[in-house]
């Protein structure tokens, strides 16, 4: 096991097998396995049973009598599963895992960009709490969320996480997603987004969605929006919310995703007041930790005596 694992999951695999463990999140400096040292490391350690997260599973490690590979991920994207197929290995994923944290991030963003709680904390820190004439609370006014709109883009597992916590707040919660048959919205994106004073997005991406937010869907918000991105930044185009927010139309953002997985300093977002940026955190909790350990454990346990694994993402390999 090369991702971390904790909880009532690693009890699971203890009980049942000899567990090696060493989990890259405790490498400093950062270890990712490519193919060739994960398959090496395979080998020292005759596994049969893959769990992994982050390294990379991909030629060599294929051609090894593996039983299975949990992949600790809602998408296993670390794993080539069309040579595990092709290999007759079945690769277990962990969905929503990260629901929870990662809808507590957006609700965070929210709040620190609708109530300007970052730069308030910097003020306060460089003691200039009064400055430009003005005290605090001629400066940091908004509306509050409770009585408000929220449009929620992607209902799936945080979609649906951020839903309940939205409504929990007082809002008023919409939604937009064509294969969820529990949103408000099913084919009038814009339709929805007039109507919202937040906007959190949590699609998965794909031709579909990719750009999917732009300037005609900031546009379409209602002046004074509030966006939240915590899923991935090629659903919008940056470009046309700088402007959105330049032009006053919307009044903050909260984003915890960047194309590259970073944005340069000097970019126009980083010298806005009304942006709260996070380095792709959202699913960064201990807790997220202990699902996918629970998840992925349950299904290898399955796998181990003859049953069908329930997150199998090649279950054709099953009746081989
Ligand atoms: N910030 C983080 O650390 C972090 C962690 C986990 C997930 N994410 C991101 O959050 C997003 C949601 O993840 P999830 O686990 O809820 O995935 P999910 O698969 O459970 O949900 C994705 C939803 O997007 C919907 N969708 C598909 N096409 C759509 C369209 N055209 N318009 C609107 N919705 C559409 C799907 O129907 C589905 O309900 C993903 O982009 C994922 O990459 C970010």
Request: hydrophobic share 45%.
């Amino acid at each position: 096991m090369t991702a971390p694992f904790r909880g009532e999951g690693l009890e699971t695999l203890a009980a049942i097998a000899d567990v090696v463990y060493d989990p890259w999140i405790e490498q400093v400096p950062l270890r990712i396995y490519d193919g060739e040292r994960l398959a090496e490391r395979i080998k020292a350690e005759a596994a049969d049973v893959l769990i992994v997260e982050s390294d990379l599973v991909r030629g060599p490690v294929l051609d090894l009598p593996l039983r299975c590979i949990g992949s600790c991920r809602g998408d296993p994207n670390n794993v080539d599963v069309a040579a595990a197929t092709a290999a007759g290995i079945p690769v277990l994923r962990a969905p929503g895992r990260n629901a929870d944290g990662v809808a507590e991030l957006a609700v965070a963003l929210l709040f620190a960009a609708n109530r300007f709680v970052v730069p308030a904390d910097r003020r306060v820190r460089d003691g200039k709490v009064y400055s430009g004439g003005k005290i605090p609370y001629q400066r940091y006014r908004a509306w509050q969320l409770a009585g408000r709109t929220a449009g929620v883009v992607g209902l799936g597992a945080v979609g649906r996480a951020a839903a309940w916590r939205l409504e929990g707040l007082g809002m008023r919660v919409l939604s937009f997603d064509p294969y969820n048959p529990d949103a408000t919205h099913h084919d009038d994106l814009e339709g929805m987004l007039a109507e919202c004073d937040v906007v959190s997005v949590h699609a998965v991406v794909t031709p579909d969605t990719e750009g999917m937010i732009g300037t005609a869907q900031f546009a379409a918000m209602k002046p004074g929006a509030i966006y939240v991105n915590t899923a991935r930044a090629k659903l919008h185009d940056t470009d046309a919310l700088v402007a959105a927010l330049a032009s006053g139309h919307l009044a903050g953002a909260g984003l915890d995703h960047f194309e590259g997985e970073n944005l340069p300093t000097d970019h126009p977002l980083c010298a806005m007041d009304n942006v709260v940026l996070t380095p792709h955190i959202g699913g960064a909790t201990y807790d997220t930790e202990a699902n996918h350990s629970r998840i992925i454990a349950d299904d290898v346990a399955r796998v181990l005596q003859g049953e069908r694994p329930v997150n199998c993402v090649n279950p054709e390999v099953l009746n081989r």
